[in-house]
T-cell receptor
Framework: DTAVSQTPKYLVTQMGNDKSIKCEQN?????MYWYKQDSKKFLKIMFS???????INETVPNRFSPKSPDKAHLNLHINSLELGDSAVYFC????????????FGPGTRLTVL | SQQGEEDPQALSIQEGENATMNCSYK?????LQWYRQNSGRGLVHLIL?????REKHSGRLRVTLDTSKKSSSLLITASRAADTASYFC???????????FGTGTRLQVTL
């Protein structure tokens, strides 16, 4: 009955590799997000999609490319991984109202060696 | 840029005591939300307070909002060991459902 799920939970990879993280929500929400949480626990939004359309794209390097095949899925592909990409990446979803609660996935801990 | 800053960064109390954490923000908001994050887990929504509200309760949680001072506080009464977690405030400025999170307060409740 997981509401927002992410795979994988842990990802360890070498610098320069390309990797993907997948997110799925079964809440029927229209809006999905990717956040990055750094080692100091600071949480920053990266992208937001509403019904498969990109609506927020913060100043994220273009090595990061989100893809939303349908409104229940939002994947994150990262090219040419760098050491600074090491972080926990959270997916979240919400209804499209500006006042709505966001529901977070369990996170994917990415370690770049 | 970071919207919310939380104070204190860390708080250690004993079970049964009250815990108060504060959040300050910089720009006008539609609402302010509080989230909890247990170690190694995702964030969980606790409570939302709208810009035209001053106080809200939910179980052992009490949130206040002072828009003139651009600040909010979260009070957890009669704390339990299970309340040990990081607590984040998040502000909604009305831009495309975007939430901007604060720096978080790490709460430790000891037996």
């Amino acid at each position: 009955d997981t509401a927002v799920s992410q795979t994988p939970k842990y990802l360890v990879t070498q610098m320069g590799n390309d990797k993907s993280i997948k997110c799925e929500q079964n809440l029927g929400h229209d809006t999905m997000y990717w956040y990055k949480q750094d080692s100091k626990k600071f949480l920053k939004i990266m992208f937001s999609y509403n019904n498969k359309e990109l609506i927020i794209n913060e100043t994220v390097p273009n090595r990061f490319s989100p893809k939303s095949p349908d409104k229940a899925h939002l994947n994150l592909h990262i090219n040419s991984l760098e050491l600074g990409d090491s972080a926990v990446y959270f997916c979240a979803s919400s209804l499209p109202s500006v006042s709505d609660t966001q529901y977070f996935g369990p996170g994917t801990r990415l370690t770049v060696l | 840029s970071q919207q919310g800053e939380e104070d204190p960064q860390a708080l250690s109390i004993q079970e049964g005591e009250n815990a108060t954490m504060n959040c300050s923000y910089k720009t006008s908001i539609n609402n302010l939300q509080w989230y909890r994050q247990n170690s190694g887990r995702g964030l969980v929504h606790l409570i939302l307070i709208r810009s035209n509200e001053r106080e809200k309760h939910s179980g052992r949680l009490r949130v206040t909002l002072d828009t003139s001072k651009k600040s909010s506080s979260l009070l957890i009464t009669a704390s339990r060991a299970a309340d040990t977690a990081s607590y984040f405030c998040a502000t909604d400025t009305g831009t495309a459902s975007k939430l901007t999170f604060g720096t978080g307060t790490r709460l430790q409740v000891t037996l």
